[in-house]
């Protein structure tokens, strides 16, 4: 771990963005945690303080792309960089494509696809000066198989995965790389209030027959900002029990 520059992480309120900044600060990093909710963000920075860690919290709306910008900006100021970017944060607006209206879907796409666009242009300018930089977009199995009622959705993190091949290939000489991971059936909020036949119907899709945890995202996450994946940029890392293959 060469470079111990500041890491951000975007939606780190809760589930997988969470476990990720934890993780990222048990592996030494400095983190910053972006989020909406200033009680949830109180509530990582005690938890990250209880293992003996400092996490900078900062509450942002990344739809709001001007100021979302301009904190990625001033942190980039304080710390001389940003070394990590970690674009996490996405929403759900599903339904049937008949019935999606123009905003469910533009709305997914600004969070999803636009904000992470945003990211990227911002700390590349950091990134590229300093000669090093680690991207890591969660897209999701969605965006590599599709699924039905999220054409929305999966639009946006197929096009992530587009935008972070693009993005690899434009900064690989200036030392940054810029992968994806793409999460399967993951135990979160949103899974656990699933009823328990659509939970035992999707473990039926996963060859390893069982849900993932946010733990795994996190570690895979952890590797791809790591020296020991420095010779790795443009993939994408489907962490899905082989639902993909």
Known sequence: MSEKRLAVVTGATRGIGKAIALELLRQGRDVAALGRSETLLAALKQ????????????????????????????????????????????????NLLVRMSDEQFDEVLQVNLKAAFVAMRTCAKSMMRNKFGRIVNISSVSGVIGNAGQSNYAASKAGLIGMTKSVAREFARKNVTANCVAPGFIKTDMIEQLPEAAT????????????????????????????????????????DGGMAM
């Open 200 to 239: 035992e119907a999707a473990k039926q899709m996963i060859p390893m027959r069982r849900i993932g945890c946010v733990e795994d995202i996190a570690r895979a996450v952890a590797f791809l900002t790591d020296d020991l994946a420095g010779y790795l940029t443009g993939q994408v890392l489907c962490v």
């Open 47 to 94: 938890e990250a303080a209880d293992a003996g860690h400092t996490c900078d919290t900062f509450a942002v709306d990344i739809a709001d792309t001007t100021k979302f910008a301009d904190t990625l900006t001033s942190l980039a100021e304080r710390d001389g960089g940003i070394g990590i970017l970690v674009n996490n944060a996405g929403i759900t607006r599903d």
